[in-house]
Each structure stands twice: as C-alpha cells, then as structure tokens.
C-alpha cells in the first residue's frame, strides 16, 4: 500500500493583498495542501492486498460492459482494475487483508447490465451495488441502499427490516464509472463486550449526490460472511452474485481520539482595519478565561472587533496535523508553538483556501487562535482539524458558524407536472457565472441548461428540476438557478468553431466570433425549444428531446449555409470508442451513440491536453442527430 499524492502550492503565510502591515507574528513559509490529508491507496497491480482470493477476482488494464448482454465484462490485460466474474465454481467474496474499525473509504466500481455485488464494511454491513440504472423508486436493493436485516422469526413477509433506500437514485448507466465515498463507524463495545454505540454509516455518497446520512445498523446485514458484531473486521466485496470491477480504491482508517483545547483565555481588541495591527500597540478592552472559541463571542451590537484566544492544543498522537481555518468575509491567523500554520490576514469568504500542515508531538503545545471580525455584520468562522487516525473534528463551537443552506421551508422549487417548463436565471458552469442561460424541465424527468451566449448544452439532470431559491427568496441575492437532480456536465464552449487547421484550439467563449449571433428559440407542439443562431453565413437550429423511460437525451442539429464548421460534441481527459461504435466520456461521465448510418462522423483529437470529440460539418444542409446517455 502506498500514500496518496497530494497536490502542495507553496506560498508565503504571511503575504496579503496589502504591501503595508504590521506584522502581529513571525513570517514563516508552509506548504498549503488540499483541506485533507492523504488516504491509503490499495494497490491493485496484484492481488496482495486481499486475502485467499479465489479465482474469479482478476487483475485487469481495461474493462468494458456490453450493454446489450447481461452480466458481462470483458476485461484486458494489464493492471490497475481488479474484475470480478464469478462462475459455478468460482464465485468467492474478496476480503482486504487489513480489518477496520471506523473508516473512510472511496472507490470506483462498474456494473454491467443486470448485475449485482455489495461493499461489506467490516465483512458484516452492506452498502449495495446494483445495475439500478433508470428506476425511478429506489429501494434499499438499488445501488447506494443500506441493505435489509433478515430474520425468519419475525414472520412471513416481514423477514426484512432495517432497510434504507438511498435518497435519490444517481446511478448511471451500466458499464460507466461509478464513484462511492462512504465514512463508516464501527459498533462501539466497553470491557465487559457490551455494546455500547451500534454501527453507523454517517454519509454515504455515490457520483457527487449524498444518498445516506446517520443510518445506524442494529446489527449485521442479510447476506453477511459474520452473524456476529465485533470492533473490527475485514472490507468484503460480494463475489457470488455478478460481475463487478472495482478500481481508485483509497481509505484512511480512524480511532476514537480527538484534539483538546485547554487553559484557553480571549482577549478582545477594537478592530478598525482589514489589516490585523500589532495586537501588542492596542488596548485589551475585555480578558476572560474560556473553554470556548466562537466568533459569536464578540461582544457588543453589530461589533467589529478582534478575537484573540491563547492557550495549549492537546495532541492525542504524534504525526502531520492539518488545519482547515475559514472566515466569512474577515480575516485571521493561527499560530502554533510560535509558527504561522494559517494566514488568512485581510478579508476573506467561506471558500478561501485557509489551510495548513504541521507535525505535532503527543502532549500539549501552545497555540493562538486570531479573528479580525472588521465587518459588523459578519461573524462566521470554522476552525477543523484532522490528524494520524483522527477523523476531521470541529475545534469551535457551533454557535461560531451560522446557519448555511436553507431551512426545508424557504426551499423554492420549479416543478414540471404535464408541460415542458423554461426558467431563465443566471447559472454557475465549472467555476464561471453564466448569465443567460435557459432550463428546460420535460414530464419526462430529464432536464438541461442551456447557454445562450455560447450556443452550449450545460448540464444535464433527472429527477426534480429546478431550484430557485437564490434567485427568490429574500433579495435574491446570488440571482442563481440549481440543477435539483442528479447531474452531469459538459464542456460548455461553443459548440461551433471555424478552425482555421485541424490542431487549431477550440475557442473558449463566443466573444471570440465576430461572426457568431444568437437569434431565441422557438417551440414546438410539445413546448420544446430549438434554440436558433448563426455562426458566419451558416444558420444552426440545436434541439433537444428526452427518452421516455431511460435516462438519455437525442440532440438533433441542422446547420445550413456556405461556411464549413466543426461541431464540439465533448471533451474530456479521455475519451474512447467502444467495440459496438460508441462513445465514451471520461469513463465515468457518459456515452455518445450515433446512428449507424450517420453521414457525419465524429472523430477524436487531442487539444491542451485533453480529447475532444469533434464532428466536421461541410457547407450546405446538413442534420446531424445523437444521443447523450448518463
């Protein structure tokens, strides 16, 4: 097994958007890493991490489901993947060669058509796997259910208990990646063996949608290789029920430990500057003893003030600690034995990379903690902490972040009944605020966003369409629309492009056209649009229509006019094409099928670094149809 790389930005700690300051603690250099620290990767260029694997559990380079058969994967050789394709005679489940107690774990897993597996943590509670593609209701047998207890003794028809359907089904479709973080907590005993805490998966997440939250378990589920409950246990892979391949499998394994804070007193000091002052040229206006750090302890009405809590951090284990310290439009430091771990000095939001490294020694060090509340009417901050088999804990107290998200009440929704819905609204796209962009929600339950700027397809989405409440509720501050569904984006450029060579890059916004002109849309009988603009002398009408039971949508293009055009259907840091014609996205974004008498044919080349798929359109009339699959 092998640590996971984590990408590092050396910066200096104590530099800020102003060159004049007075200094408040030594400047020092730090590594700023991701707000997490590295996982354990389980190398799979064998099977030594596992125990007594049978022979149905094979290492692979590459793997492909055939949609159009049940249960199958057709794996190649190499390494990197590990394939399951159980037999008569070989059908063993997979065991880590480690056991676990409380647990984070994330991987990747591909299921064929029809086919099924189960994540067993500790070998005795399951998190199902499951081809659950298109079910509209799912139940705790869909992938990302917490299977069912089974019990004879409680009757006919009422064997099953303890069963907990995922929140919403954000499977895709078989033969596309799919990726799991899940944290497990382990029953938890005292000396006598009694139980005291039963298992708990306290977040289950499958592709980016949280589908469990706080599910306890009273005991092991159906299908389990233990009837009993214990501290810890091997990860076990159902192998006898179908074909399942796994790969990008990292964990990090937690104890019951936690940091204290202890002998803490605050200081408070009148703030009138962005830029935190010497704290030793101002006076202390309040000096209490506390056990508490909060922003909420800033006193006064609408207060601007500097918090300053000192005291000693008590550290459970030797090893790299990391500091996640955020600050809601306000500035800060943290300093621990006399060295800058965090300079947040200036003013900063929620998503400010506040984060630092260092390595601690078992016992007591001292730390302080500054807040420059400069704003009246902010007073947020979040200090976390993680650290060698210590799970990321909160080190302020929860009246020091104030509420965030909204409550079930203010949530304002755009439903679809039996009409197709458009809503306008601004619309954020890989970090980039959209501002004329169209949502159409279909009775169908498929839905996309549109940019009418660029002439580009968004996201698309299933299940609930769209939620307002940032564009409505109190001021509407934000202006934003939110997919409400389970979604998958693209790459949003143009879609069309004159390239002037075949390596040529493909331009980023249509602000780069002279010639480019979007002219609405028009709707048909149903109420779908076409959305209508013109690149040079070459007229483009863009349509999209949703499958009426699967989870796809066929897009269906006409461009006419003199001026030869490259079309970008997508782009992506692979894109391959599969033995029955078509295309896949990033392994585990999506598939695009064209018709297999299609005049114009897709090709991929390489741009930046990344492929893309790209369909040349000569001049003249032309249709080019295809269909998205997610």
């Given at each position: 097994m092998k640590k996971s790389i984590i990408f590092a930005v050396l910066i200096s700690l104590f530099s800020s958007c102003s060159e004049e300051k007075d200094e408040t603690a030594s400047t020092a250099t730090k590594e700023i890493i991701l707000p997490f620290l590295p996982f354990t990767d389980i190398a799979l260029d064998n099977t030594s991490s596992f125990a007594d694997v049978t022979k149905n559990w094979k290492i692979s380079g590459d793997v492909y489901a055939d949609r159009s058969r049940e249960n199958t994967l057709i794996a190649s050789d190499g390494e990197g993947i590990l394939v399951n394709q159980p037999d008569e005679q070989n059908k063993g489940h997979l065991f880590t060669d480690f056991e676990h107690g409380d647990m984070e774990l994330e991987i990747d897993v591909m299921m064929p058509k029809g086919s099924n597996s189960g994540l067993y943590f500790q070998g005795r509670y399951e998190v199902q796997l499951l081809d659950s593609w298109g079910v509209e209701k799912p139940q705790h047998s869909d992938i990302g259910g917490i299977y069912h207890r089974w019990d004879d003794s409680r009757g006919e028809g009422k064997e099953g208990y303890e069963g907990y359907a995922p929140r919403i089904n954000a499977a895709k479709?078989?033969?596309?990646?799919?990726?799991?973080?899940?944290?497990?907590?382990?029953?938890?005993?005292?000396?006598?063996?009694?139980?005291?805490?039963?298992?708990?998966?306290?977040?289950?997440?499958?592709?980016?949608?949280?589908?469990?939250?706080?599910?306890?378990?009273?005991?092991?589920?159906?299908?389990?290789?233990?009837?009993?409950?214990?501290?810890?246990?091997?990860?076990?892979?159902?192998?006898?029920?179908?074909?399942?391949?796994?790969?990008?499998?990292?964990?990090?394994?937690?104890?019951?430990?936690?940091?204290?804070?202890?002998?803490?007193?605050?200081?408070?000091?009148?703030?009138?500057?962005?830029?935190?002052?010497?704290?030793?040229?101002?006076?202390?206006?309040?000096?209490?003893?506390?056990?508490?750090?909060?922003?909420?302890?800033?006193?006064?009405?609408?207060?601007?003030?500097?918090?300053?809590?000192?005291?000693?951090?008590?550290?459970?284990?030797?090893?790299?600690?990391?500091?996640?310290?955020?600050?809601?439009?306000?500035?800060?430091?943290?300093?621990?034995?006399?060295?800058?771990?965090?300079?947040?000095?200036?003013?900063?939001?929620?998503?400010?990379?506040?984060?630092?490294?260092?390595?601690?020694?078992?016992?007591?060090?001292?730390?302080?903690?500054?807040?420059?509340?400069?704003?009246?009417?902010?007073?947020d901050f979040s200090l976390e902490v993680e650290g060698p088999g210590l799970q990321k804990q909160a080190l302020h107290a929860p009246s020091s972040v104030g509420r965030t998200g909204f409550l079930p009440e203010d949530i304002m929704m755009v439903d679809v009944a039996d009409e197709v819905e458009l809503q306008r609204s601004f619309w954020m796209h890989d970090g980039k605020k959209r501002t004329h962009v169209i949502s159409v929600g279909t009775p169908q339950g498929i839905h996309y966003a549109y940019d009418l700027v660029n002439g580009a397809l968004l996201q698309v989405w299933n299940g609930d369409f769209f939620d307002a409440t940032e564009m409505w509720l109190n001021r509407g501050e934000k202006q934003l629309g939110l997919p409400a569904g389970f979604t998958v984006s693209f790459h949003g450029d143009p879609e069309f492009a004159a390239l002037s060579e075949e390596d040529a890059p493909w331009p980023e916004d249509t602000s780069d056209f002279e010639d480019f002109t979007s002219t609405g849309y028009t709707l048909d009988s149903e109420g779908l649009p076409s959305f209508k603009y013109t690149k040079g002398s070459t007229s483009i009408s863009d349509k999209m229509t949703p499958s009426e039971d699967k989870r796809s949508l066929t897009r269906s293009i006409t461009a006419t006019g003199s001026m030869p055009l490259s079309h970008k259907i997508a782009e992506g840091v692979h894109i391959a094409k599969l033995p029955n014609g078509t295309f896949i996205v990033n392994d585990e974004s999506y598939y695009i099928n064209f018709p297999d008498a299609a005049a114009l044919k897709p090709v991929v080349r390489k741009n930046s670094g990344n492929d893309e798929l790209i369909v040349n359109v000569p001049g003249g009339d032309n249709v080019l149809t295809y269909t998205i699959t997610w």
């Open positions: 479709a078989p033969g596309l990646w799919q990726h799991f973080k899940i944290i497990f907590h382990a029953p938890k005993f005292d000396r006598s063996g009694k139980k005291t805490d039963n298992a708990e998966f306290e977040e289950v997440w499958l592709n980016g949608v949280l589908v469990q939250k706080n599910i306890q378990l009273t005991g092991p589920t159906r299908a389990s290789a233990y009837d009993d409950e214990k501290a810890k246990g091997p990860l076990m892979v159902q192998g006898d029920h179908g074909a399942v391949a796994l790969k990008n499998m990292k964990y990090k394994l937690y104890d019951n430990k936690r940091v204290g804070l202890a002998g803490m007193t605050l200081k408070e000091y009148e703030s009138d500057s962005l830029m935190l002052r010497n704290l030793d040229s101002l006076e202390v206006i309040r000096e209490v003893a506390t056990d508490t750090i909060s922003a909420a302890m800033a006193s006064g009405k609408n207060p601007q003030k500097i918090l300053s809590y000192t005291g000693k951090m008590v550290v459970p284990e030797s090893g790299d600690y990391l500091f996640d310290y955020r600050i809601n439009e306000g500035g800060g430091i943290l300093i621990i034995d006399k060295d800058t771990v965090v300079n947040l000095d200036g003013d900063y939001k929620l998503d400010s990379l506040g984060v630092g490294i260092m390595k601690l020694t078992k016992g007591e060090v001292p730390f302080q903690l500054i807040y420059n509340k400069h704003k009246y009417w902010k007073h």
